[in-house]
Nanobody, 122 residues
Framework: QVQLVESGGNLVHVGGSLRLSCETVGKIYTLYRMGWYRQAPGSERELVASIPIRGPSTYAASVKGRFTISRDSHTNALYLEMNNLEPGDTGVYYC????????????????YGQGTLVTVSS
């Protein structure tokens, strides 16, 4: 069973920067895409950034130009570089992987990590 382990969340001031990391533990045989979601208090979980195996990365309008997603293709580690942070970026950030950890099974399964907390203070 694949596990995703996030790290890097912290308390920062407005305008600060953070780099989130996500380690993929276990073997993935089929990978479609990875991404970062976040959930602010009292809000639903939203997609922040996504990086497919092929094609361009996509970003939520609220973070475009400030956040950069990247992936290590050898280890399937995932990163999120966050700059010029705003109070609205506060929330729990979850790493996401769509793929399958069974040999010969290409049906997409969504995996999520436990989350890492980012707090931006004004």
């Amino acid at each position: 069973q694949v596990q995703l382990v996030e790290s890097g969340g912290n308390l920062v001031h407005v305008g600060g920067s953070l780099r989130l990391s996500c380690e993929t533990v276990g073997k993935i045989y089929t990978l479609y895409r990875m991404g970062w979601y976040r959930q602010a208090p009292g809000s639903e979980r939203e997609l922040v950034a996504s990086i497919p195996i092929r094609g361009p990365s996509t970003y939520a309008a609220s973070v475009k130009g400030r956040f950069t997603i990247s992936r290590d293709s050898h280890t399937n580690a995932l990163y999120l570089e966050m700059n010029n942070l705003e109070p609205g970026d506060t929330g729990v950030y979850y790493c996401h992987l769509r793929g399958n950890d069974k040999i010969g099974d290409s049906s997409p399964i969504d995996y999520y990590g436990q989350g890492t907390l980012v707090t931006v203070s004004s």
